[in-house]
């Protein structure tokens, strides 16, 4: 039987407003490495280059659900419309680009981080 590595913490801090009004520029949060993924979790994760080859930054996203095409990859949104790159942009990322799943803020809010219902 195949078990399971066990989740690692991290902390990370939230760079840009892609994820507002959810997460703010400076927040601090505890993101648990190789936890399993569902659909309205906010997650790490690597997202694609972009059109000149460049890679993207690490970034915090909301997990959408899997690709309906490809059930190993992930489709990604983010919070605030009218910021950040989602797969709306880029398409479905892999699921191994799917780091972590964030479970809460540190600061400077302090909460659990909830999943959010997906359409």
């Known amino acids: 039987m195949r078990r399971r590595p066990v989740p690692r913490p991290r902390v990370v801090r ?23 993924v569902r659909d309205g979790d906010v997650a790490v994760v690597r997202l694609p280059r972009d059109a000149h080859g460049a890679a993207r930054p690490v970034s915090v996203k909301r997990i959408l659900g899997r690709d309906p095409d490809d059930p190993l990859r992930w489709w990604l949104d983010s919070d605030n419309a009218r910021e950040g ?3 709306f942009d880029v ?25 959010r219902p997906t359409p």
């Open 14 to 36: 939230v760079r840009g407003r892609s994820m507002e009004p959810t997460l703010r520029e400076g927040d601090l949060l505890l993101a648990l490495w190789g936890a399993v």
């Open 85 to 87: 790159v989602t797969s």
């Open 91 to 115: 398409g479905s990322v892999p699921g191994e680009d799917v780091l972590a799943v964030v479970v809460g803020r540190i600061a400077p809010r302090p909460g659990r981080m909830r999943a």
